[in-house]
Structures are given as C-alpha cells and as structure tokens.
C-alpha cells in the first residue's frame, strides 16, 4: 500500500523558514517524481513543485520561484520542501504527491503552514 | 500553461448525469493526454479519479467518465450520488508543470 506522509508543518512569521518533509512507502522510490501541491483556505488547489526521479531536475511555480527548494533523499524515501521568505499568503495546507502519468495518483494527508505577518 | 476555467458550481438530483467543462487554451487542453481530474472531499486528500484525458485509475467508479473537444475538457458523472457531493478539479500536465482549474462544487439536492 503506497502511503505519504508529511511533517513539518507550523506557524511562523513572515519572512522565516520551515521545512515541509514527506516519508514515502508502498512503491520503488526512486524511479517516480514527486511533487508537492498546496490548498490555501477558501481557494484551488495550487502546484508547487516537482522532482525528478533521481533528483536530476526540479521544477517550480512562479508564485514560489526563487524562495522554495525541493529535494530528496532516496536512501530514506524521502521529499522535502525548504520554504524560505515565507509570506502571509504561502499559508496553505501543503500535500505530498505521487506523479502517475498526467496525474497524482498518490497523496499525503497534508501539513498546514500558517505565516503570520 | 494558462489559467483552467471551470464552472464554480454544479448541482443534480441523485440518478441524474452532469457535466463540469474545464476550458484552457487549445494547446493546454489539446496537448498531448495531459488532462486528469479530481474528487476533493473538505478536509481530506484529493482523489484522482481520471488521467490522461480519460482512464479511470483503478478504484476510480465507471460513473465518471472524461472527455475533451478542442480547448475544453470535461468531466461526466451518470447516476449521481449522495456522495458524489465535493469539489472537482481539472488540471493539465506538462513535462514537470501542472495547472489546476478553480474547481467546481457538485451539489446532490
């Protein structure tokens, strides 16, 4: 059973940092991208970002360009999310995802990020 | 990728059929099988229930079925549900980058 599950979630003040990681199981890691996708409340979903299998490339929106970094570890199955010069309106609840095809079959349950200005 | 316009509600009585349109420009929609869709219950992890224009993951009810024509695609639920009641969304793929439609909220009266 594939299961992703985030942590790291929290309350800070605009312009801090926080680290978003998810832990991945149930399928072979390394071989798919993995994406992270956020919800502020009352609105859409919003894609955030992507890594490649392996790490070899990672993609953002611009919305996030130039403030987040996506990374993983596939020695542990991981993906994480640095969030730099966060903004009141980063607040969102952010979901680990598993790219299938032109999909995310896979989520996580989510970790909130509240910024307070 | 641009913007993916949906219908910001949509409503039905059970055992009816409904239709939620996710219009993007011609080479967003048209691009490829880059269309996929969405069941969002408040609260919870969103649910795909359709990929690459049209195949049902599996688990996903036949009762969904996805389309597209030109820039527009869409979603089709037969013999609606109670619990078919949450947010729909589209969102087009490509090579790394995905857009997601405003979402669309089903209502079963």
């Known amino acids: 059973e594939v299961q992703l599950v985030e942590s790291g979630g929290g309350l800070v003040q605009s312009g801090e940092s926080l680290r978003l990681s998810c832990a991945a199981s149930g399928f072979t890691f390394n071989k798919y991208d993995m994406a992270w996708v956020r919800q502020a409340p009352g609105k859409g979903l919003e894609w955030v970002s992507t890594v490649s299998a392996f790490g070899i490339v990672t993609y953002y929106a611009d919305s996030v360009t130039g403030r987040f970094s996506m990374s993983r570890d596939d020695s542990r199955n991981m993906v994480f999310l640095q969030m730099n010069s966060l903004r009141v309106e980063d607040t969102a609840v952010y979901f680990c995802?598993?790219?299938?095809?032109?999909?995310?079959?896979?989520w996580g349950q989510g970790a909130p990020v509240t910024v307070y200005s | 990728q641009s913007a993916l316009t949906q219908p910001a509600s949509v409503s039905g009585s059970p055992g009816q059929t409904i239709t939620i349109s996710c219009t993007g420009t011609l080479s967003d929609i048209s691009g490829y099988n880059s269309v996929s869709w969405y069941q969002h219950y408040p609260g919870k992890a969103p649910r795909l229930i359709i990929y690459d224009v049209s195949l049902r993951p599996s688990g996903s009810s036949s009762r969904f079925v996805g389309s597209r024509s030109g820039n527009t695609a869409s979603l089709t639920i037969s013999g609606l549900q109670a619990d078919d009641e949450a947010e729909y969304y589209c969102s087009t793929y490509t090579t790394g980058r995905w857009v997601f439609g405003g979402g669309t909220k089903v209502t079963v009266l």
């Open positions: 995802a598993n790219p299938y095809s032109s999909g995310f079959a896979y």
